[in-house]
């Protein structure tokens, strides 16, 4: 079970912390995911079990994803927030296609 938090609502510039605990241990990949209403769901950032790190070309410089595999927790630091980012955001693990899903938080830039 992945359960995301951290989302919310702040002013453009600004910054925030997504947080993903993983239930049962994560997977050796872990991504952040995003939806804005009438688009598809897209990843945003990616990590494995190594450490290496995957990201989308509009949020690269800006967003950063950690992994503390000891506490099965997966982070997507955001800085630098755009009114575009405004989104939920999923935790996944182990991939689109056959992995796990949360339920998702909320997180709304203002302009």
């Known amino acids: 079970q992945l359960v995301e938090s951290g989302g919310g609502l702040v002013q453009a510039g600004g910054s925030l912390r997504l947080s993903c605990a993983a239930s049962?241990?994560?997977?050796?990949?872990m991504g952040w995911y995003r939806q804005a209403p009438g688009k598809q769901r897209e990843l945003v950032a990616s990590?494995?079990?190594?450490?290496?790190?995957y990201y989308a070309a509009s949020v690269k410089g800006r967003f950063t994803i950690s992994r503390d595999n000891a506490k099965n927790m997966v982070y997507l630091q955001m800085n630098s927030l755009k009114s575009e980012d405004t989104a939920v955001y999923y935790c996944?693990?182990?991939?689109?296609?056959?992995?796990?899903w949360g339920r998702g938080t909320q997180v709304t830039v203002s302009s």
């Open positions: 996944n693990a182990g991939g689109p296609n056959f992995g796990s």
């Open positions: 049962g241990g994560g997977a050796s990949i």
């Open positions: 990590i494995a079990g190594g450490g290496y790190s």
